[in-house]
């Protein structure tokens, strides 16, 4: 098994329609289930002239974002389908007229959404933008290089919502609606794992992969483990 050094949690948040609060995700965290819902947040926070290009995925990941305290550290923004709803959408724009909106092509790229939160705070954070099978661990790899390079802490946001009924059967997403945010800073007791695994395999839980780590960084469990692909995942407290 290749290790990660130790990390620590500075800051969280998460929203969904199902459990808003962090005192609810706390009490998820010892009861856990399959968040889900149509409902869409308030981005208060942002400028209404951004806030309006937003669709209800950007609305979830920016909401959990503005939660936390300022920053300039670099984002990485973790979502396997990302704002699919808004391709789907422009895939039968183009079908059914020949031409699509240039406005909702630009936002549909996969790293529109915190690219739109580095223009509404006017920062010149570092963006990257990944869709993987291991969800939330690729995230977590990748935060370790930056955190190496000398980088004081990462935000890391994860959001996933429905896909539409034209592709569900092409897919095993569990149809989850949620958003959260972590702050990672090089202090901490947590480090993630993993090596090729025997043969190929998902991870059998009825909850996501980055809820099940979600449950994990809230709640007191020394270790979870997934075989997602061929790579045998693990996160665990020393």
Known sequence: ?????????????????????????????????????????????????????????????????????????PIIFCSKYGE???????????????????????????????SLYTIDRKINSNVIAISSDAGVFS???????????????????????????????????VGESYAYVIDLESLGDISIGFNVSQGSGIDSSELSTNLNVLQFLLGSKKNYTASIGNVFWQIRRD
């Open 1 to 73: 098994m290749n290790w990660s050094r130790p990390f620590g949690i500075k800051n969280w948040a998460a929203w969904s329609p199902a459990i808003k609060t962090n005192e609810e995700w706390l009490a998820w965290s010892k009861k856990p289930f399959s968040p889900a819902g149509s409902e869409s947040p308030k981005v208060e926070e942002m400028q209404s002239i951004n806030r309006r290009r937003l669709k209800r995925l950007g609305s979830m990941a920016l909401s959990v974002a503005y939660r936390l305290p300022h920053t300039n550290a």
């Open 84 to 114: 699919i709803d808004r391709c789907f959408g422009l895939l039968k724009e183009l079908t059914e007229t020949g031409v699509v909106s240039p406005q909702s092509f630009s936002l549909a790229v996969h790293n529109a959404i915190p």
């Open 139 to 173: 995230a977590l790899l990748e935060a370790q290089g930056l955190l190496a390079s000398g980088e004081e802490s990462v935000r890391i946001i994860v959001a996933e919502e429905p896909i539409p009924e034209a592709y569900q059967k092409y897919c095993n997403f």
